[in-house]
Each structure stands twice: as structure tokens, then as C-alpha cells.
């Protein structure tokens, strides 16, 4: 913005407030824009789901439902979906990480705040991966599906993005999802930083249990197999998936040996399983960016 001095403009004192006043709220307006334009713009976000999986997601199939929030199910029967790993929509900072109890019928939840007023909410987790404060990039698991919720339901992800305040209108439609069309509709996730999901790279019966980023690129994921008692983790690159970079993973067993895995890879590193019935160390680490547990999930 451009403000005029020329001094044939001002006339006496009087004319110097009156120009005075101009430029203030020339000011104030220009300041306002910049804050509204800044606060509407959103992130791109991408289905709450791994890379590259296929789930069918319905808007108005629960009485719960007060705006366009989505219900995420895939498999072909209620239970079948329980324990299925959930992502991260958009890069952000953990705004909550807890258990609502009878506060709403959100059980376990989680939400990203994304900046510029947007957050995203994942409802009735089985597992949380996450605490609040914690940073997490796009696509980086932060827990696992579920039916937790003081209300008796089955197993799905509840999911909202919401800009600002003043629930139910602040609640924003998912990319993706026709809601002219309404009912229930095929999404395939493109939210492929890694092309990886952790629980099934780890097999059959683990699940999402916690995760730490490695700077902008990647993450590291533990995951746990609650009747075998075993834990799982794996090293997720997030980008230069086509070039070899050093990764590693590791768990230590309390009172046992490190397990590790580590080289040159193009996506990944691990998976590295271990028995661990009380305390682990584990963590890992893409180039200089690495995570080193405490002693934990005893």
C-alpha cells in the first residue's frame, strides 16, 4: 500500500488528522484482509487412511451426525476394522490425545490443529499414538481404529475437519467426498508420503501404539501384538522414497539384547519384532534425524 505525502494535502492541523485517520484505517483494513485471508486458507488434506487403501465413507449414517463430517469403514463385517491403522490429514501439532468420557461420544480422540484456525478430529480410536503437543507430519500414524465412546457402537473412524469456532458450523466438508450425493462412497487414500502401513508391514494382529517424527523426513512407529505380547517398529522414509537413504530401527527389551535393523533403503527400515513383556527402549533414525525412546510401555 502506497500512502500519499504531498504537501498541498495538508491543510492545518485539522487536515493532518483527517489524514491521519485515512492511513489508520487504511491500515486497519488492509491488516484485517491479510488476518481473514490468512485464517480461510486450508491445508491440503488427504484421506485419514495409508496410502493407496480403498474405504467407504457415508455422511449421513448416524444420528450423531450434525454437519459433513465422514464415518470410515472397510471391511465386510462390524469387527472387521478394528485396530486399522489411522494417519495424520495435514502436517500439524496435537491439539488432544485423550479419552472424553461421557463429556461427548468421541471415546478416544484425537485432533491436529493445522494453523489458520483448522483442525481435524479422528473419533473412537482404539489406540492412541500420539500426546498433545506433539508434531506429526502428513500421513504419520497416529493410531488405530476403534469403538471407544460411552454409547454403544462398532468399530469405525469418525472423522471432521473444522475451521474456527461455533460448532456445528464450523465443520468443513472432506476433499473428496460428493455430498450432493450423500450415502455411502468409495475413497482411495493419496495421502502416499509413505507408501507404507506399519501395522501390516509388522503383521497380522499388530497395531498402531506410538510414533515419534524424524524432522521433516519420516517417522518412526511402534506398534504392539497384545496377545503375543510383542512389539513391533518400523522407520518410514517420507519423500526421496526412490533414492537409497542410511535408515534404522531398534527396540531393547528390558534385560535383553537390542534388536535392530539398519542400511541404505529406499523406504524403509525394519520391521524389527521382539517379545517384551515389561519395559522398552526403541526409536531409529533416516540420515541425521533420529528419535531415542526412554524406558517405556511397561
Known sequence: MTVSTTPSRWVGSGGRRLAAAVVVTSLMATLTLFVTTAASAAPTFKMPVPCGQTWVANNNNSSAHVGEELDFNRGSTAEADRGDTVVATAAGTVKTA????????YGNLVTIDHGGGWVSYYAHLETMAVVSGQSVLQGQPIG???NSSYRSITPHLHFEIRQGAGYPGNIRAVPGYNYAKGGSQSMKSTNCATQQDPAALCGSGYVVNDTAR????GAVVLTYNKAAKNNCAVTLKFGNLGTRT??????TPQGQAKKSDSGSFFEYAGPVRTNSPTCIKWGGAIGGSSYNSPSEHC
Open 214 to 217: 524424524l524432522g521433516s523426513v
Open 246 to 251: 542410511a535408515t534404522s530401527v531398534y527396540i
Open 144 to 146: 488405530s481404529v476403534g
Open 98 to 105: 485423550k479419552n472424553q468420557g461421557t463429556v461427548n461420544g
